[in-house]
C-alpha cells in the first residue's frame, strides 16, 4: 500500500497524520484521502494550493501514471499569511 502523510493542518482536518491508502494513481490516491469533502478535489482535478510530494518529488513533474505502492506520498497545504 502507498503512504501518505498529512503534513500542517491538513492532519487534523483529516483525521490523521500518516495513513496507508489501496489506490494506483495519484489522483485516486488523493481522492480517497478527501473522502468527499471537497478540500483536495476539484471535480475530476488536484485542487491547487498543495504541494504534492511523491518519494520527495515534486508531483507535478509526474503524470498521473501508477504510483508504486511502496511509494510515499506527502501533502503539504502552501496557505500562508500576508
Known amino acids: 500500500m502507498t503512504k501518505v502523510i498529512l503534513l500542517g493542518p491538513l492532519s487534523q482536518t483529516f483525521g490523521f497524520k500518516e495513513k496507508e491508502i489501496q489506490a494506483n494513481t495519484l489522483f485516486d490516491i488523493i ?18 494550493g498543495f504541494i504534492i510530494l511523491i518519494d520527495g518529488i515534486d508531483s507535478r513533474l509526474y503524470s498521473n501514471a501508477n504510483i508504486k505502492q511502496d511509494s510515499v506520498i506527502s501533502i503539504i497545504p502552501v496557505n500562508h499569511g500576508g
Request: proline letters at 0%; zero cysteines; charged letters at 35%.
Open 31 to 48: 481522492n480517497a484521502v478527501d473522502s468527499g469533502k471537497h478540500i483536495l478535489i476539484d471535480g475530476e482535478k488536484i485542487r491547487s
